[in-house]
């Protein structure tokens, strides 16, 4: 299904439950991304054989060796049109899988995933790999989760539309999403397991520790930024690439735009 079939599916979906004002303000929300699953579409693979920039050591944390988790060529899915936030270019995804795990939100985090962009070459692993896995990128419309900001905002105007939303979002997410299937994704709104990923993203990589009990609570400027932060790419627990993060847990590399991909953070989160 094309993303403007998606689009007025979603029209249909909302145009049921909720008055035409709140349809109006919802329907721009959604935001085209790419789930990585069964079927047709682009070929991505995931885990496999390492690749590294030239004369690139392989990447540590804390003396650790870091896990490959695969390589993207994000050219090869320009075919899918714009998915704002995904770049051009070929990326490959490190992260320190072992525990005691980086969750993303602490300062001290940083480094414990690493985010290589083209040229890359094979290298030869320093530790074991995840085993190849093929999947296929297809796009479609996501939703934000009912915890996100400019959802929130809509329950201050129109009091009492959020927990109607939220069943709205969890129809969607089944519509899109097959059964039991891992959430890997490019792009989009994320599909969350805890909170929405901008504080943690502003919090840690200015420093600070969002759990810490002294943080204080975000200024309207660092909220702004917050919602900057933009989901490049999703990963889920999946047996198939022995990839246990949580029941339910996902990783979550954020950008934000025009801002190198080398700069991406990271957060986990799960249950």
Do not use: K
């Not at 979002?169 to 929405?196: D, I, K, M, S, Y």
């Amino acid at each position: 299904m094309d993303l403007i079939a998606h689009f007025r599916r979603l029209r249909l979906l909302l145009d049921a439950f909720l008055a035409p004002e709140i349809t109006a303000l919802l329907l721009p929300l959604a935001r085209p991304a790419l789930r990585l699953g069964a079927g047709d579409g682009a070929p991505v693979r995931l885990g496999g054989a390492p690749l590294l920039p030239p004369d690139e050591p392989w990447p540590e944390w804390n003396g650790r060796p870091l896990d490959f988790l695969g390589a993207i060529d994000f050219a090869d899915l320009a075919r899918f049109g714009d998915i704002p936030g995904l770049p051009t270019s070929v990326i490959a995804f490190y992260y320190a899988a072992e525990t005691p795990r980086p969750w993303g939100d602490e300062p001290s985090h940083w480094g414990g995933w690493r985010v290589f962009t083209g040229p890359l070459r094979p290298a030869a692993p320093e530790r074991a790999l995840y085993p190849e896995t093929a999947l296929a990128a297809t796009p479609f419309l996501s939703l934000p989760s009912p915890q996100e900001p400019a959802v929130q905002r809509l329950e201050t105007i129109y009091s009492g539309v959020l927990p109607v939303y939220a069943q709205l979002h969890a129809a969607w997410t089944r519509h899109t999403w097959a059964e039991n299937a891992p959430a890997h994704q490019l792009g989009g709104w994320p599909v969350l397991v805890q909170r929405p990923l901008g504080p943690d993203c502003v919090y840690a990589s200015t420093g600070r520790t969002l759990v810490s009990p002294n943080s204080p609570a975000l200024t309207p400027d660092e909220q702004r930024t917050a919602e900057e932060w933009r989901l490049l790419l999703q990963l889920d627990s999946d047996p198939r690439l022995g990839w246990y993060w949580g029941d339910p847990g996902r990783l979550y590399f954020c950008n934000r735009q025009n801002t190198p991909p080398e700069e991406t953070w990271l957060t986990l989160q799960a249950a």
